[in-house]
T-cell receptor
Framework: EAQVTQNPRYLITVTGKKLTVTCSQN?????MSWYRQDPGLGLRQIYY???????DKGDVPEGYKVSRKEKRNFPLILESPSPNQTSLYFC??????????????FGDGTRLSIL | GDSVTQMEGPVTLSEEAFLTINCTYT??????LFWYVQYPGEGLQLLLK?????DKGSNKGFEATYRKETTSFHLEKGSVQVSDSAVYFC?????????????FGKGTHLIIQP
């Protein structure tokens, strides 16, 4: 089954304790990205990657890191989490072909609470 | 920059009512347009898409037409069901060579009452 898998689904942690949210896709997609969803703000892109070892900032990258060492995986790293990073996070992936008409496929989300 | 504006709701309708959720956008060139749906506790699922002017996307009884002249992509359904209750997101993806992700509206919470 084609899917984007995120882990963990839920996490409560404390300020400053490094954490990683994993994302894996099995569709051989070149493009992967991370979004955060906040009430009243919709979804905003944090980082994206167009292929292995190619990453770039989205609209709200501050406080986050990513890596793309393998095509299927795109982990999101919070080196020193702060309460304003409490949010619902989504990983998404898509093909890059045919211009930008490729829809993105989303994972089920990771709800992070930073105390 | 690019932006998407949609009614935020909540929008409450009775079962079998006609649904319209308005969506307008601002973007350079000819972006691709999408509607995503988010059911409670789940991720976003693609509902339909349109990639050029006058294209009509359709799925599960929902339709939306890409109107370049009014920069709109309104979502419609002729007869809604309780199972359609969800949050609906309008989104665009710029046609600038593949680097851009989706720009989303803030989402419309739809509630269908029996």
């Amino acid at each position: 089954e084609a899917q984007v898998t995120q882990n963990p689904r839920y996490l409560i942690t404390v300020t400053g304790k490094k954490l990683t949210v994993t994302c894996s896709q099995n569709m051989n997609h070149e493009y992967m990205s991370w979004y955060r969803q906040d009430p009243g703000l919709g979804l905003r892109q944090i980082y994206y990657s167009m292929n292995v070892e190619v990453t770039d900032k989205g609209d709200v990258p501050e406080g986050y890191k990513v890596s793309r060492k393998e095509k299927r995986n795109f982990p999101l790293i919070l080196e020193s989490p702060s309460p304003n990073q409490t949010s619902l996070y989504f990983c998404a992936s898509s093909f890059l072909g045919q211009g930008n008409n490729q829809p993105q496929h989303f994972g089920d989300g990771t709800r992070l609470s930073i105390l | 920059g690019d932006s998407v504006t949609q009614m935020e709701g909540p929008v409450t309708l009775s079962e079998e009512a006609f649904l319209t959720i308005n969506c307008t956008y601002t973007a350079t060139g000819y972006p691709s347009l999408f509607w995503y749906v988010q059911y409670p506790g789940e991720g976003l699922q693609l509902l339909l898409k349109a990639t050029k002017a006058d294209d009509k996307g359709s799925n599960k009884g929902f339709e939306a037409t890409y109107r370049k002249e009014t920069t709109s992509f309104h979502l419609e359904k002729g007869s809604v069901q309780v199972s359609d209750s969800a949050v609906y997101f309008c989104a665009l993806r710029p046609n600038r060579g593949g680097a851009d992700g989706l720009t989303f509206g803030k989402g419309t919470h739809l509630i269908i009452q029996p």
